[in-house]
């Protein structure tokens, strides 16, 4: 019988298919009804064991369990999608994305040997670590952060409660996908930014 | 979102921070505070006679084997663990193991324990290959057994997979990832013989080698969790530690010489069991970018087994140091195929020196055949043939004998079975020869 971890991984991995699943279909000439429940189609068919493995399980072999931080960006990219949250509620807020790549600039080159600190030892349970990430958590909501906060929250949450494999907060917190997403979108809005500058002038 | 729901927010967001945080911190707080090392406990029978004894864990031949660890069972038998498969990276690697009778002194039939196919059913997660098998004992006889699995790319995407057993290695629980790596969980690998902290925490060394070389230590919990993860060096060097735990608060650390440059064995050395490490430095003790092993005697007398050249893997040798690993003095030549290296360039030779070898190393063999043809088929190139002897594992068992296993031309496991009243006596009449600084 799978472990109960080994279920959160892959369905994290297959409702993370969901965001991307809502806006391919949202290219569609579907209702809203019929795009939710193509969408939960999606979610299923990862779930669907072929060759002794679903296919989750295979994106999992590769990137491993998708961090809380990326289900709430997901979440709220889907829920946006199909008119549950309000336009207002958006994962692109510039605080948030540079919060997201401070942590992985800080966290990445040094876990992988740049330097003898490994910020990573942090996350198995070092209390200071706990603190500057509640301090985080209430500046995310002080500057109207909610979604940091959210989801720093929700992420120290279910590294309490053993919700993946790993007992490491940092892989609650952040994965390499989001870290990747998050340089991308960065570059793009100050690229933007830079550009509507020069126009101004 | 509906108004009132909006207006919750804010609270509800209160809510999760309170709880949450309060969940993190109760969760930070028992943590198992840092705590001595373990040895553990040796009694040397009286009167026993001076004995050496080889021979093969295996003898069929075809599969390339490699990469061998030892574990003390309950009963003072010993199970050996290695990775067999058609070449080393290929999918159908597997987890080997037997178990040999100190008794009789002969190993058992060889059975399975892991597969790409089962790991991957049991991981819920792709997996591409096997590779070093490493196995530890706990207080309460379950074994723990720590496999390194492969999901992206080579060696340097490696990851620990780790499964256990209650009846002494027969049966396997279903296996789990061990997550030690925040990118994509990659480079984490075993090599070095785990070992236990006093309160029954397991220390498993493990290495990296993707971007950076280096060396680190996990303490894991009896289901496989890691509680703390600490680097031994930095850098693009070193490879493949194996602690020497000296007594509750000192240990040393051996690692293979993982890049260019001087070619020596690194070290590293605690006095306050693990809080602290000191900084890598190259010893004198020569290393051709091989897998060294070793273990600390209870009188303090460090032990090593290790490839003692700069290039190649054809000698191997037992080295010990009294001083902590300061000095260091050849105990015993166990391989040296040095003189031999420009005659290897017939095949027919080769496999005549390889059965002279095999019969060599266990006079009871009826059929040393299968040695060379293996040997043939992994160790030849091109009409070049060379002779390996690589991957040491070293254990020190409770009557006081010192266990060692290595790969035999990438075809074979040699085992190699000292008795303490050998180690004694050898250890008494060595020659100092002093090669460290």
């Not at chain 2, 000292?418 to 090669?435: Q, Y």
Request: glycine share 10%; net charge positive; proline share 5%.
């Amino acid at each position: 019988m799978a472990n109960f971890s080994d279920l959160t991984g892959l369905a994290g991995i297959a409702l993370a298919a969901a965001a991307p699943s809502s806006m391919a279909l949202a290219r569609l000439p579907l209702s809203k009804r019929a795009s939710i429940l193509a969408t939960g189609a999606v979610v299923v068919l990862l779930l669907i064991p072929f060759g002794g493995l679903p296919l989750a399980g295979y994106v999992r072999g590769i990137v491993g369990d998708l961090s809380i931080s990326t289900l709430v960006v997901l979440g709220v990219v889907t829920g946006r999608r199909f008119g549950m949250l309000s336009p207002g509620v958006s994962p692109r807020r510039v605080g948030s994305l540079l919060f997201l790549v401070i942590a992985a600039c800080m966290l990445y080159p040094l876990a992988l040997g740049v330097g003898a600190c490994d910020p990573y030892r942090l996350g198995y349970g070092e209390p200071w670590f706990l603190g500057l990430l509640l301090v985080f958590a209430l500046g995310g909501i002080a500057l109207r952060l909610p979604l940091v906060a959210a989801s720093i929250s929700l992420a120290v949450l279910a590294w309490a409660a053993g919700w993946y494999e790993s007992g490491n907060l940092w892989d609650y917190l952040l994965d390499p996908m989001l870290a990747a997403y998050s340089v991308l979108a960065l570059a793009f809005w100050l690229f933007r930014w830079f550009g509507f500058r020069l126009r101004a002038r | 979102m509906t108004a009132a729901t909006a207006k919750r927010a804010p609270w509800l967001l209160y809510g999760l921070l309170v709880v949450a945080f309060a969940a993190g911190f109760a969760k930070a707080l028992a943590r198992p505070p840092a705590v001595p090392f373990q040895r553990p406990a040796v009694v040397v029978p009286a009167n026993e006679a001076p004995k050496l004894r080889t021979r093969f864990v295996s003898s069929s031949a075809g599969p390339h084997r490699h990469a061998a660890s030892l574990v003390e069972l309950r009963d003072g038998r010993i199970r050996a663990f290695w990775f067999s498969g058609s070449r080393e990276g290929a999918p159908d690697v597997v987890i080997r193991s037997a178990v040999f009778d100190p008794r009789n002194g002969r190993w058992g039939a060889e059975q399975t324990v892991a597969d790409r196919a089962g790991t991957q059913g049991a991981v819920l997660r792709y997996v591409k290959k096997l590779g070093n098998p490493v196995a530890e004992r706990a207080a309460d006889g379950t074994l723990h057994l720590y496999y390194v699995t492969v999901s992206l790319g080579g060696w340097a995407g490696s990851s620990i997979t780790t499964t256990s057993s209650s009846d002494d290695g027969e049966t396997w629980s279903p296996a789990r990832r061990v997550i030690s790596s925040p990118f994509l969980n990659v480079s984490t690998l075993v090599k070095g013989t785990p070992f236990h902290y006093a309160d029954g925490t397991i220390g498993l060394p493990v290495y990296h080698e993707f971007l950076g070389k280096f060396g680190e230590l996990l303490r894991l919990d009896a289901t496989g969790a890691v509680l703390d993860k600490q680097r031994l060096s930095d850098g693009r060097r070193a490879l493949q530690p194996v602690v020497l735990v000296q007594d509750g608060e000192r240990a040393r650390v051996l690692m293979r010489h993982g890049d260019g440059g001087a070619n020596r064995v690194l070290r590293s050395a605690t006095i306050d069991a693990g809080r602290h490490w000191t900084p890598a430095r190259e010893t004198l003790l020569a290393n051709p970018n091989a897998a060294v092993t070793g273990l600390a005697m209870p009188d303090g007398t460090l032990l090593a087994v290790l490839n003692d050249i700069e290039a190649n893997r054809d000698v191997l040798s037992l080295v010990a140091s009294n001083d902590g690993g300061a000095n260091w003095r050849t105990i015993h030549i166990l391989e040296d195929q040095q003189a031999s290296r420009e005659r290897l360039v017939d095949p027919a030779v080769y496999a005549k020196a390889v059965k002279a070898q095999a019969l060599v190393t266990d006079a009871s063999l009826r059929d040393a055949a299968p040695f060379a043809e293996s040997s043939v088929q992994h160790m030849c190139v091109a009409q070049r043939c060379s002779f390996e002897f690589s991957y040491p594992y070293l254990i020190l068992t409770a009557r006081g004998d010192a266990q060692l296993v290595y790969t035999w031309n990438r075809s074979f496991i040699k085992h190699v079975e000292f008795s303490g009243a050998w180690l004694a006596r050898h250890l008494k009449e060595s020659t100092k020869v002093p090669v460290d600084g």
